[in-house]
């Protein structure tokens, strides 16, 4: 069965302070590893999609980075307005996503 | 605004009840996939149907039922509801079989009394 753990459960920056996120995986046949920002009582947003390790994405202050084991969400220089739960999920064979717990990011200006 | 709309947005109903969550994909997409998020759970995969047919199950309920319609809107029917059906249910929709981003609605909140 696929797992996706994803640490830390919550991250507590001050504006500008940049840090990491990561997102474990065990999965067979991994076709897609995904990134989605989830704000309070809404769905999902698309952040990043990435296939193949090695393979970097960025947008804006968000950078997600891909190994064979694991995905880092790098955010730099962070502003109150990255506060949000970070989605983490990995799309094998039959196509569902599995998806991390999240990581809970609050930025204080 | 992802294009994927779902309704209604809140739902309160007693235990014993049926309800009927809707979802309309993006423009063009064939996918259309339900998750459940709940405290306790997390995201959770329910079921996936393509261009009308049921395509794969996760962890769905015998007492819950889906169905993609001809114009590719879909419906989550839940019956005999439980106070732990409680959940916010997501309709995500993605162009083609698989294998590419998904699409997510706003959600359905859902509280059973």
């Known amino acids: 069965e696929d797992q996706v753990t994803q640490s830390p459960e919550a991250l507590r920056l001050q504006e500008g302070e940049s840090s990491s996120l990561n997102c474990s995986y065990t999965v067979s046949g991994l076709r897609g590893l995904f990134w989605y920002r989830q704000d309070p009582g809404k769905g999902p947003e698309f952040l990043f999609t990435l296939y193949s390790a090695g393979e970097e994405k960025e947008k804006e202050r968000l950078k997600a980075t891909l190994t064979k084991k694991e995905s880092f969400l790098h955010i730099t220089a962070p502003k109150p307005e990255d506060s949000a739960t970070y989605l983490c999920a990995v799309q094998a064979g039959d196509y569902k996503l599995s998806f991390g717990a999240g990581t809970t990011v609050t930025v204080r200006a | 605004d992802s294009g994927v709309t779902q309704t209604p947005k809140h739902l309160i109903t007693a235990t014993g009840q049926r309800v009927t969550l809707r979802c309309s994909p993006r423009?063009?997409?064939?996918?259309v996939y339900w998750y459940q998020q709940s405290l306790d759970q997390g995201l959770q995969f329910l079921i996936q149907y393509y261009n009308g047919e049921e395509r794969a199950k996760g962890n769905i309920l015998e007492r819950f039922s889906a169905q993609q319609f001809p114009d590719l809107h879909s419906e989550l029917n839940l019956s005999s509801l439980e106070l732990g059906d409680s959940a916010l249910y997501f309709c995500?929709?993605?162009?083609?079989?698989?294998?590419?981003?998904?699409?997510f609605g706003p959600g359905t909140r859902l509280l059973v009394l």
């Open positions: 423009s063009g997409d064939l996918s």
């Open positions: 995500a929709s993605s162009a083609t079989l698989g294998g590419e981003t998904q699409y």
